[in-house]
């Protein structure tokens, strides 16, 4: 869940009304566009002059899809005073909302505004988890971006990490059998030694499923040296769409 923060102001008009007095104006503030389970807080901004003991806003109530969320009441011995006040609402939104605030003059009677927030659908993406020290890592930002432009969140982690990562689905490991910062240590658990040997001498890809959870597939990118291993990626990485 994370909290929506955009401004759109909504206005009403004023009334044509006397030096002494003003009708109430709502503005709102709030995000226009948020993704399913967002946290959307909702700004009521009255703005109403000269307010006294007869002449100020008595209450705001505060609708969402026509359901009374909110309600606010004010008397003539603790109204407020100020020409401005603010009031807050905050909800979590999973579908398309109208807001609507109403509110009340005790001289000049209720204005009304709506606005209306649409919530896109929560589209979770799959994961490609990219294990790599650091010089493979820095020299993998093609393979990062075909990755992103495919839909995949990418997680770079380090050897040390992968504990936390064996269950995840696909897993692609840069380096060969001696890549430095444990990368080795781990492709010689996923290789055989025909294949490790394989990574000394030229550029290569092997996919294997399974390793370390059901339906797992971890991919390794390897040559003799950086520059292959950067090749290899380049050269097979769209064999992870497969």
């Not at 797992?216 to 040296?225: S, T």
């Not at 090749?231 to 769409?241: F, G, S, T, V």
């Amino acid at each position: 869940m994370k909290k929506a923060t955009m401004l759109v102001l909504v206005a009403l008009a004023l009334s044509v009304v006397s030096v002494s007095g003003t009708v109430p104006v709502i503005q709102m503030q709030f995000p226009k566009e948020v993704t399913a389970g967002d946290e959307v807080t909702v700004e009521i901004v009255v703005t109403h002059r000269d307010n006294t003991k007869n002449h100020h806003i008595n209450y705001c109530w505060f609708y969402q899809n026509d359901k009374k969320v909110m309600e606010w009441v004010w008397t003539g011995d603790d109204f407020i005073t100020e020409d401005q006040f603010t009031l807050t609402y905050t909800t979590i939104l999973y579908e398309d909302t109208v807001f609507l605030a109403h509110v009340h003059c005790t001289l000049h009677g209720s204005e009304k505004v709506t606005a209306k927030v649409t919530v896109h659908p929560l589209v979770i993406k799959p994961k490609a988890i990219l294990l790599a020290n650091d010089v493979d890592h820095t020299r993998a930002s093609t393979l990062v971006d075909f990755l992103e432009t495919n839909g995949f969140e990418v997680v770079r982690i380090t050897a040390p990490e992968l504990n936390q990562y064996k269950t995840e689905q696909l897993i692609i490991i840069l380096g060969g059998a001696d890549a430095l910062d444990g990368v080795g240590n781990v492709v010689r658990t996923v290789l055989d030694e025909r294949e490790q040997e394989l990574t000394r001498l030229s550029m290569r890809y092997f996919v294997k499923t399974d390793v370390w959870t059901p339906g797992q597939r971890v991919f390794v990118f390897a040559g003799k040296d950086r520059e292959q291993t950067m090749e290899a990626h380049k050269q097979y990485r769209d064999r992870i769409l497969d």
